[in-house]
């Protein structure tokens, strides 16, 4: 094994052999007609993201979310030829369950942010997409009004996997949305899982979207995010709800306040808000402007943006380092049987952990 | 480097070496005794600690904590041997900043705790100490009260090291303490960094100690911590302080409701006491007690210490291989260049570990 390139890369590998038969398939078509479209030079591509072609900026997305190894190496070089025009956007995470109004609160925000003059792409994280069959962008009709903007982009989440290369996937979404001349990107995300923990990880600003007087099942938001959140924005304040909402809102607002401050010495802002009726939107987009205005006074929003890609180098290594671990045969032989003797109390997890590395370190 | 049985051995023995000098050295006389004394059998480790001879249950102690290879591989043999006889314990994590009463409200718990014919073990998990120089367990002359008593065994946090080594050290003391009788086991820590996720993987009871009216940067407390709260006990509640730690607990008893319940299911209470007027210090151990019937009755109590166990043996596998990545002479030798280029924007975060890996694995 010493001679193996590193199972990061071999495992894209075992999908090539798989597509050649799909040509015949139903999908056969469509595949062979996206295919030509696609036969664009390295150049052409950057040329084309560049200049703010829509239609070649989807062609290169679509190559980063391809499992074909090949298509991940053509990506890759756009990326990096891309590379010194990203940057310059404002990255804003946007979570909350589902039913909390994501997708209209969206539209409104997206609505404004657009005839503010901006450029808006909007993304989402959702791995849990193809195993739930819920995926959060799945409902094509929704954001009707946005999708119709010629400064909106939407881009469904990509196809499930580990959430670890939805997230490079993502990351990678943002740099070509960049080059592309987007300079306001959202990521949307549902509020349930460790999606958020990775949104947060490469975004500028964090918004948490909640319902008011919702019990905690059904808010559903998994412990930690809510100290993670940069402001709380409290959905369907309108009608007979708003005096819920300000209740929460005040609630919120003394919560955040007993939690300690992030690096970026901002105090998390509690807000109401309709989508349905463009009420408290304005506000939201001025929290964030504020934010941006305070964190860039600080040099947080710098430092913040060197440690994510620091974070990422080496979140990237990391996952690597455990696939190849636990994808090798020795341990997928003994895995199970040195686990259950770790939970039968029979070793200790030390020692059960020191028997399968010093496997692996034999074998490699 | 094929041959090589892991870093996470060869990192130990490098130490080796160095100590046959020491013998020479000032600390020799105190080193020779302590050796001298230490030459007992694997067995006879064993029966000490089960006969709960607290003087063999601190010599194998000594053993975990030393970062001798030879001592390492005993201390490592005396723990699967006692494995059959651990986990009967109560497992309790208690955090706060310096400054918050920790030494007296520990003292005074204990004295309780004791006091109801349990058998107490108090440890500490504190990897800043020696960077800082405060060590939380430095000062030898608190505690005096609860030291003295023969039901309790106070034993200073371990010299500082890595925080992944230093929990493994800690989880074995916790081991051996099980097996000396110890039914009772406080894990303390100060309330500044990762140590505290560390000590929630732990334990089976998660204490805050908080203070009333301090500012957020007085509290000190990392983001997330609040949240991993079993219940929060705000100290010091007495005299004049009274009314401010009334409101306190209030403020974060109304905090915990908004938090989604933790997989225990669990509502995390808020609780006022005073170590130095011995007032509600009965309260909080009656809220611990609750807390373990309640989550033996609904079964999470059992789970989680198998969630755990598992925990640690994938925490120490990842360690491991991390520490083999980044130890590697390949890697050290062009880490730097590459995290230099990835943060100028030359090359992206995937591509730099991209270019790490491969040459990792081709060196290994």
């Given at each position: 094994m010493g001679t193996e390139p590193g199972k990061f890369k071999s495992a894209l590998k075992v999908n090539e052999g798989i597509?050649?038969?799909?040509?015949?398939?139903?999908e056969s078509l469509a595949n062979f007609k996206s295919k030509r479209k696609k036969k664009l030079s390295i150049d052409e591509y950057v040329e084309g993201i560049l200049s703010q072609n829509r239609t070649i900026l989807s062609q290169a997305i679509t190559l980063i979310e391809s499992s074909l190894h090949k298509h991940q190496e053509t990506a890759q070089q756009i990326i990096e030829k891309c590379l010194p025009y990203t940057g310059k956007s404002v990255r804003i995470g946007i979570t909350g369950v589902p039913g909390v109004g994501k997708s209209s609160f969206i539209e409104t925000l997206g609505m404004n942010v657009v005839s503010n003059g901006h450029k808006l792409a909007v993304l989402a994280i959702d791995p849990s997409s193809e195993r739930s069959g819920?995926?959060?962008?799945?409902?094509?009709?929704?954001m009707e009004q946005l999708s119709a903007q010629p400064n909106a982009f939407i881009r469904p989440s990509?196809?499930?996997?580990s959430l670890g290369g939805v997230a490079r996937k993502t990351r990678e979404v943002i740099y070509l949305c960049e080059a592309a001349g987007f300079d306001v990107i959202f990521i949307e995300t549902v509020g349930v899982g460790q999606s958020e923990v990775v949104v947060h990880s490469m975004v500028d600003f964090f918004l948490l979207l909640m319902l008011a007087g919702a019990g905690d099942e059904l808010q559903g938001i998994k412990r930690g995010i809510m100290e993670m959140a940069d402001a709380i924005a409290i959905t369907k304040?309108?009608?007979?709800n708003i005096e819920k909402a300000n209740l929460a809102k005040t609630e919120f607002q003394n919560a955040l306040h007993l939690f300690p401050k992030g690096g970026s010495g901002w105090l998390p802002k509690a807000l109401t808000c309709s989508a349905h009726q463009n009420q408290g939107i304005v506000a939201v987009w001025e929290t964030i402007e504020d934010y941006l205005k305070f964190t860039k006074w600080n040099n947080h929003f710098f430092s913040n943006r060197i440690n994510q890609s620091k974070f990422w180098m080496h979140q990237t290594i990391k996952e690597s380092l455990l696939d190849h671990f636990y994808k090798s045969h020795s341990i997928q032989y003994k895995l199970d049987h040195v686990e259950n003797e770790v939970l039968a109390g029979k070793v200790s997890s030390f020692e059960g952990a020191r028997m399968l590395l010093n496997d692996y370190f034999k074998k490699i």
């Open positions: 597509t050649q038969p799909a040509i015949v398939s139903g819920g995926s959060i962008m799945g409902d094509k009709t929704r990509p196809s499930a996997g304040a309108d009608g007979a």
